[in-house]
Antibody, heavy 124, light 108 residues
């Protein structure tokens, strides 16, 4: 069974640097990239970036470049999302999701499995 | 960056009715990279359609997708009570993914 399991909710203060995780299981990570998606309270979905666990190649949305760091540890099939300095406006639900990519066929099958989400609350 | 616009913002319908949701792109999108998702309150999004018209695994055939270029449509042929949710379109192009703002399908 394919699963993406995310780390638990975080309550942080402005300026802190949390790192949340997304662990995949039940599939071969070599054929998939992991995307991170933000959903602010009551709002829509925003793509933040994407990473290939095999070699940590990463593509960022211009809106999030420099604001977050996406990384991975392929030995434990886990992707990470980290902030250098949280702001109150970073309060949101963060989802990871996988997308198929191999050879010349990339991103053609959508984001087919999603994690359960990690709620990050930033409050002083 | 390709911007996706969805209409209407809210669609008020009754069970059994047909729902037609629109997704328009600011420039041409390859159908290969157009997907639709459903999200219910408190849940992660769920992939419905990829490649503009292919249903994802386990998605009932009352859901269908169509379109090309800049205009895409998600149709729910007969609404079931569990279909009342928010629907997002999403595209990939120029190394970027973007989502539309969503259409909420609620009870009339």
């Amino acid at each position: 069974e394919v699963q993406l399991v995310q780390s638990g909710a975080e309550v942080k203060k402005p300026g802190e640097s949390p790192k949340i995780s997304c662990k995949g299981s039940g599939y071969s990570f070599t054929n998939y990239w992991i995307a991170w998606v933000r959903q602010m309270p009551g709002k829509g979905l925003e793509w933040m970036g994407i990473i290939y666990l095999g070699d940590s190649r990463t593509i960022y949305s211009p809106s999030f470049q420099g604001q977050v760091t996406i990384s991975a540890d392929k030995s434990i099939s886990t992707a990470y999302l980290q902030w250098s300095s949280l702001k109150a406006s970073d309060t949101a639900m963060y989802y990871c999701a996988r997308t198929y990519c191999t050879g010349t066929s990339c991103y053609t099958k959508g984001l087919d499995y999603w994690g359960q989400g990690t709620l990050v609350t930033v409050s002083s | 960056e390709i911007v996706l616009t969805q209409s209407p913002g809210t669609l008020s319908l009754s069970p059994g009715e047909r729902a037609t949701l629109s997704c328009r792109a600011s420039q041409s999108v390859s159908s290969t990279y157009l997907a639709w998702y459903q999200q219910k309150p408190g849940q992660a999004p769920r992939l419905l359609i990829y490649g503009a018209s292919s249903r994802a695994t386990g998605i009932p055939d009352r859901f269908s997708g169509s379109g090309s270029g800049t205009d895409f449509t998600l149709t729910i042929s007969r609404l079931e009570p569990e279909d009342f949710a928010v629907y997002y379109c999403q595209q990939y192009g120029n190394s970027l993914f973007t989502f539309g703002p969503g259409t909420k399908v609620d009870f009339k």
